[in-house]
């Protein structure tokens, strides 16, 4: 199991940025990757980004392309998002998670992929 705890989430004015960030405790040496995915209100969660926990290579859902980059860091076990440009459809619940189980099949954007969830963090972007 690996735990998850997010963080960096707000209410930030269209146009603004933020950057999520994502702790991860337990049995973090047996990940494979690390998503986000967020969900807004009435809608499914959906793929936002991920990063393969070894090499580091990484994969965006093509409306965030550009405007969103995540990265890690392996010595904190932590994983970020970094927003910018936000637009009012940015405005969501962002989740971290962590994928343990093998074999994992890239580029990894399905949400039953991942075994391990966050509690979220709610992004709010005014227009």
């Known amino acids: 199991q690996v735990q998850l705890v997010e963080s960096g989430g707000g209410l930030v004015q269209a146009g603004g940025s933020l950057k999520l960030s994502c702790a991860a405790s337990?049995?973090?040496?047996?990940?494979?990757?690390m998503g986000w995915f967020r969900q807004a209100p009435g809608k499914e969660r959906e793929f936002v980004a991920r990063?393969?926990?070894?090499?580091?290579?990484?994969y965006y859902a093509d409306s965030v392309k550009g405007r969103f980059t995540i990265s890690r860091d392996n010595a904190k076990n932590a994983v970020y998002l970094q927003i910018v440009s936000l637009k009012p459809e940015d405005t969501a619940v962002y989740y971290c998670?962590?994928?343990?189980?093998?074999?994992?099949?890239?580029?990894?954007?399905?949400?039953?992929?991942?075994?391990?969830w966050g509690q979220g963090t709610q992004v709010t972007v005014s227009s």
């Open positions: 998670a962590a994928a343990t189980k093998s074999p994992f099949v890239w580029p990894g954007t399905q949400t039953h992929q991942y075994d391990n």
């Open positions: 337990g049995r973090t040496f047996s990940t494979n990757a």
């Open positions: 990063i393969k926990w070894s090499s580091g290579s990484t």
